[in-house]
């Protein structure tokens, strides 16, 4: 039975004037953090995480797998929407994850085509997914600041990438830039399969205006979430479970200067499995 993860982390959005600061230091975080528990690590940071790599690497990641194999898959960088073109959302919007190339080349990541990537897979084999980017909202939103604190939202805008002519329209007939879904996923979120036993560990809620936050904690940036969530791995007993490791999450999130939800979404099976065994 192989252990084998994926770890992106994307800072530079080119053209997007959207750039993050803490992405990259995620991925070789969360890297260095599966090694040590006896995983494979490939990693996709800033100009190699384009659209095609990152659906190369996942068909590979995933492809390969037979049963019994566990996967983890991590995530650091921006979330967004756009218009759904097959008809299969209710508020008309694809989530979706930002590629590195996403305004140069005009193309997301949707969660229709991360959910069929996923649904390839062989039986038995077990996928952990971990977001630390947002599901939905805009930036309109900022949390108060304590000293040493950035407090950006990973969430990237439409109308930062899409040109005009793409956007959906609002209520007055004007492009919607900024618009917000009735509600929303994550596109791992669409991706996750309870009847495969799969968990989703993400850094915020689902739905509007729920955030995860770019962070600087000690001098170093990092995704709030992943600081948070890495630390609690590290004083987790031997044995612990994923459960243990929620709660061990919210001891630090939400807070004053984060005020975003850990979530961790699975069977209860699933929740009382071993961490990354």
Same mark, same amino acid.
């Given at each position: 039975m192989a252990k084998n993860a994926l770890c992106?982390?994307?800072?530079?959005?080119?053209?997007?004037? @959207?750039?993050?600061?803490?992405?990259?230091? /995620?991925?070789? %975080?969360?890297?260095?953090?599966?090694?040590?528990?006896?995983?494979?690590?490939?990693?996709? *940071?800033? /100009?190699?995480a384009t659209k095609a790599a990152m659906?190369? $690497? @996942?068909?590979? *990641?995933?492809?390969?797998?037979?049963?019994? /194999?566990?996967?983890?898959?991590? #995530?650091?960088?921006?979330?967004? =929407?756009?218009?759904d073109e097959d008809g299969d959302e209710v508020d008309g919007l694809?989530?979706?994850?930002?590629?590195? /190339? *996403?305004?140069?080349?005009?193309?997301?990541?949707?969660?229709?085509?991360?959910? $069929?990537?996923?649904?390839a897979r062989k039986a038995g084999v077990r996928i952990v997914l971990i977001s630390d980017s947002c599901h939905s909202g805009t930036v309109t939103r900022a949390a108060k600041a304590e000293k040493?604190? %950035?407090?950006?939202?990973? #969430? @990237?805008?439409?109308?930062?990438?899409l040109p005009t002519k793409l956007l959906p329209k609002d209520r007055a007939g004007k492009p919607a830039a900024t618009m917000v879904a009735p509600s929303g996923t994550s596109p791992l979120m669409s991706a996750y399969s309870n009847k495969l036993g799969d !968990?989703?560990?993400?850094?915020?809620?689902? +739905?509007?205006?729920? =955030?995860?936050?770019?962070?600087?904690? $000690?001098?170093?940036?990092?995704?709030? #979430?992943?600081?948070?969530? !890495?630390? $609690?791995l590290k004083a987790l007993k031997e044995g612990a479970t994923y459960a243990d490791?929620?709660?061990?999450?919210?001891? =630090?999130l939400p807070s004053a200067s984060y005020p975003q939800s850990p979530q961790l979404v699975?069977?209860?099976?699933?929740?009382? +499995?071993?961490?990354l065994e």
């Open positions: 992106i982390g994307i800072n530079n959005y080119p053209g997007t004037h @959207m750039d993050l600061q803490g992405c990259v230091n /995620d991925a070789n %975080d969360w890297a260095a953090a599966l090694g040590e528990r006896g995983f494979k690590v490939a990693k996709l *940071l800033d /100009d190699q659906v190369k $690497a @996942m068909n590979d *990641l995933i492809g390969k797998a037979s049963k019994g /194999d566990s996967l983890v898959i991590t #995530f650091s960088g921006h979330g967004t =929407y756009q218009p694809d989530e979706a994850l930002c590629p590195y /190339d *996403l305004q140069t080349k005009g193309e997301a990541l949707i969660d229709d085509e991360i959910r $069929a990537i996923f649904g040493d604190a %950035d407090t950006r939202p990973r #969430f @990237m805008p439409m109308g930062n990438w !968990l989703l560990l993400s850094g915020c809620k689902e +739905g509007p205006n729920n =955030y995860s936050y770019d962070a600087r904690i $000690a001098g170093r940036f990092n995704g709030a #979430f992943t600081y948070y969530a !890495l630390k $609690a490791w929620h709660k061990g999450i919210v001891k =630090y699975g069977s209860l099976g699933a929740r009382k +499995g071993k961490v």
